[in-house]
C-alpha cells in the first residue's frame, strides 16, 4: 500500500480487519522459535528486553491508574529495568504497582492470543506500536529510548511491509515467547532471592506492604505465568481441520 495514498478509512480497515487463519505450519514453527529464545542461553540475553520492557510498562501503567505520579523509566543493557513513581509509600496503589511487573508479561501475551484467535493479527500488531509509543513518553535514558525505538521499527516494518505470512508469524511469535518466557524470570527470581541477591525485589516489596511472605507471592507469578501459556497456547493452536491428514496404515478404517 502506497503511503502517500493511503487514506484514514483504508488504514483504519486494514488495522481493525481480520486477516486469514495462518497455516498450520506457521504457527508450530513460531511456537518453536520463542521457545527456543527463551531456552537459549545468549538468545535469550537478547530477547530478554522484550520482557523487561513489558515488566516495566506494567509497573508504569498500573501506577497511573491508580493514581500515581509517574516519574519516568529507565531499561538498562543488562536487561534489568526500575520504574519511579510517586504516592503513598503504602496501600493498594502501591501493591498493585509492585504486582504488576511480573503479571504483564503473560498477561499481554494472553490478550495477544485472544486477538490472533478472532484473527486480528494487524490490530495486534498496531497495538503493539500504540503500548510502545505511549512507553516512549516516559523513559528518562538513551538505552531505553534505543531499546523501545528499534522494537517500535520492527513492528512497523513487519505491520506496513510484510505480507499476510509474514504478518501472522511475526506476531504468532510474538505472542508465544511473551507466554513461554514469562516463566524464566519468574524463576530467575526466586534463584536470586534464594541466594540473598535480590533483597528489593518485587516480591520482597510485596511482602514488606502486605506481610504475605515473598515466596508466596513468586509463587503467583509463577501460577499466572503457567496459566496463561496453557490458555494462550490452546486459544492459538490450528485447528484439527487445517492439520494435514495422516495416512493410516492398510487396513485400518477410521
Known amino acids: 500500500m502506497d503511503v502517500d495514498t493511503v487514506s484514514i478509512a483504508d488504514l483504519w480497515d486494514?488495522?481493525?480487519?481480520?486477516?486469514?487463519?495462518?497455516?498450520?505450519?506457521?504457527?508450530?514453527?513460531a511456537a518453536l522459535i520463542a521457545l527456543a529464545a527463551v531456552l537459549h542461553g545468549p538468545t535469550w540475553r537478547v530477547a530478554r528486553?522484550?520482557?523487561?520492557?513489558?515488566?516495566?510498562?506494567?509497573?508504569?501503567?498500573?501506577?497511573?491508574?491508580t493514581g500515581r505520579k509517574l516519574d519516568g523509566i529507565k531499561l538498562h543493557s543488562d536487561t534489568s529495568g526500575v520504574t519511579v513513581s510517586r504516592g503513598k509509600p503504602h496501600g493498594p496503589g502501591m501493591v498493585f504497582t509492585a504486582m504488576a511487573g511480573y503479571l504483564t508479561p503473560p498477561l499481554l501475551g494472553l490478550l495477544f492470543a485472544g486477538l490472533l484467535?478472532?484473527?486480528?493479527?494487524?490490530l495486534m500488531?498496531?497495538?503493539?506500536?500504540?503500548?510502545?509509543?505511549?512507553?516512549?513518553?516516559?523513559?528518562?535514558n538513551a538505552y531505553g529510548v534505543l531499546s523501545i525505538a528499534?522494537?517500535?521499527?520492527?513492528?512497523?516494518?513487519?505491520?506496513?511491509?510484510?505480507?499476510?505470512?509474514t504478518q501472522a508469524g511475526f506476531a504468532y511469535l510474538a505472542a508465544f515467547f511473551l507466554l513461554f518466557a514469562a516463566a524464566r524470570p519468574v524463576v530467575e527470581l526466586q534463584r536470586m532471592r534464594a541466594r540473598h541477591m535480590a533483597p528489593s525485589s518485587d516480591a520482597d516489596q510485596l511482602a514488606h506492604l502486605t506481610r504475605v511472605p515473598g515466596l508466596a507471592w513468586v509463587g503467583l507469578f509463577g501460577v499466572v505465568a503457567l496459566g496463561a501459556l496453557l490458555i494462550g497456547g490452546l486459544m492459538m493452536t490450528p485447528d484439527s481441520d487445517s492439520l494435514p491428514d495422516v495416512p493410516r496404515p492398510p487396513g485400518i478404517s477410521g
Open 14 to 29: 486494514r488495522v481493525t480487519g481480520t486477516q486469514p487463519d495462518p497455516p498450520w505450519w506457521l504457527v508450530i514453527l
Open 117 to 122: 484467535e478472532g484473527g486480528r493479527v494487524t
Open 150 to 165: 528499534v522494537t517500535g521499527a520492527i513492528i512497523f516494518g513487519v505491520s506496513w511491509l510484510g505480507g499476510d505470512k
Open 49 to 65: 528486553n522484550v520482557v523487561t520492557i513489558a515488566h516495566e510498562g506494567g509497573h508504569a501503567l498500573i501506577a497511573l491508574v
Open 125 to 140: 500488531l498496531w497495538f503493539s506500536l500504540a503500548l510502545l509509543a505511549a512507553m516512549l513518553i516516559m523513559i528518562r
